[in-house]
């Protein structure tokens, strides 16, 4: 994945996490409607200072928009919570309370 293609996913990512529309996440960088929209569909470049801009308005550090792609990262941790953490959880639960049955 190059390096413009994990920006843009982040982006994305990030900027739905936060619940943001393209225009809301524009007017809060101060920037045109139109440009985030751009910059997602990669038909236009961030300045330096919109890319810190929008790091800052999405509450993540400038690096995390560059350094991997978050939703993956994220579908792996959920995917070992679930396959590996959860059954361990489970069997703790079990062993330390017993079935639940009240008595």
Not at 29 to 47: F, L, V
């Amino acid at each position: 994945m190059s390096h413009q293609s994990t920006f843009i996913a982040n982006l994305k990512y990030y900027r739905g996490l936060r619940g943001f529309s393209q225009a809301k996440l524009a007017e809060c960088c101060n920037c045109q409607p139109g440009t985030i929209g751009c910059i997602e569909s990669g038909r236009q470049y961030p300045s330096f200072d919109l890319m810190f801009k929008m790091a800052d308005v999405l509450q993540v550090h400038p690096a995390d928009l560059f350094l991997r792609n978050a939703s993956n990262v994220m579908e792996e941790t959920y995917s070992i919570l679930k396959g590996e953490l959860l059954p361990q959880l489970e069997q703790f639960v079990e062993t330390r309370f017993g079935s639940g049955e009240s008595g």
